[in-house]
């Protein structure tokens, strides 16, 4: 079954503003991750956070992690036009395979 | 230094037809991924190797799926008598560990069944 779950599917926003994504999980796990796509092609990975931490920043990246809640928040702070694209969250369910969720599409409105 | 190579880019084939989609990881990585990802849809997790461990292949839809690596390097996901929802960006991803460090993907094969 699907390890991570992105919310909301599709999400629309100005351009400056900030967005956020979460992403839930359903069992115990090492190390979450975000990637982006861009154009259905590859991923990029954006920023790891392990089950030990509760945030992490990189840039306009803020990630946040609740282990009792099995979730995880992703926010892109000040939205630019290049962060159009999907956002998927990764999860190894106790340091085993990694597995993705489906995804959320972001769009910046300029 | 190169990153994950993936070939062909593109590849359309007839219905009933095999195919052969080729991975090339970044050197030294001993994990391997193959995702599938339908058009607007999520990835979908196919199979993962793991240094000389025996691959996990539960993600393979179907027996017409299959992959092998060589070592820790190439990676080949065949295809066998291919259907139309076949049809998908085929991805592959390499990384230093299962889980631990961050994935790095190809470009991915766009496969067509006509």
């Known amino acids: 079954s699907q390890q991570g779950e992105e919310d909301p599917q599709a999400l629309s926003i100005q351009e400056g503003e900030n967005a956020t994504m979460n992403c839930s999980y359903k069992?115990?796990?090492?190390?979450l991750q975000w990637y982006r796509q861009n154009s259905g092609r590859g991923l990029v990975h954006l920023i790891l956070?392990?089950?030990?931490?509760r945030e992490k920043h990189s840039g306009r990246l803020r990630v946040t992690l609740d282990t009792s809640k099995k979730s995880s928040s992703l926010l892109i702070t000040a939205s630019r036009a290049a962060d159009t694209a999907s956002y998927f969250c990764?999860?190894?369910?106790?340091?085993?395979?990694?597995?993705f969720g489906k995804g959320t599409r972001l769009h910046i409105l300029p | 230094g190169a990153g994950v190579s993936q070939s062909p880019s593109n590849k359309v084939t007839e219905k009933g037809k095999d195919v052969e989609l080729r991975c090339d990881p970044i050197?030294?990585?001993?994990?391997l991924y193959w995702y599938r990802q339908r058009l607007g849809q999520g990835l979908e997790f196919l199979i993962y190797?793991?240094?000389?461990?025996?691959?996990?292949k539960s993600g393979l839809p179907s027996d017409r799926f299959s992959a092998e690596r060589t070592g820790e390097s190439v990676s080949t996901l065949t295809i066998q008598r291919t259907q139309q929802e076949d049809s998908a960006v085929y991805l592959c991803?390499?990384?230093?560990?299962?889980?631990?460090?961050?994935?790095?993907f190809g470009p991915g094969t766009r496969l067509t069944v006509t």
């Open positions: 991803a390499s990384s230093g560990d299962y889980s631990a460090y961050e994935q790095y």
């Open positions: 069992t115990s796990i090492n190390n």
């Open positions: 956070i392990r089950s030990n931490e």
């Open positions: 990764a999860t190894d369910a106790r340091g085993d395979k990694i597995i």
């Open positions: 050197s030294g990585h001993t994990a």
């Open positions: 190797f793991q240094g000389n461990s025996a691959p996990d």
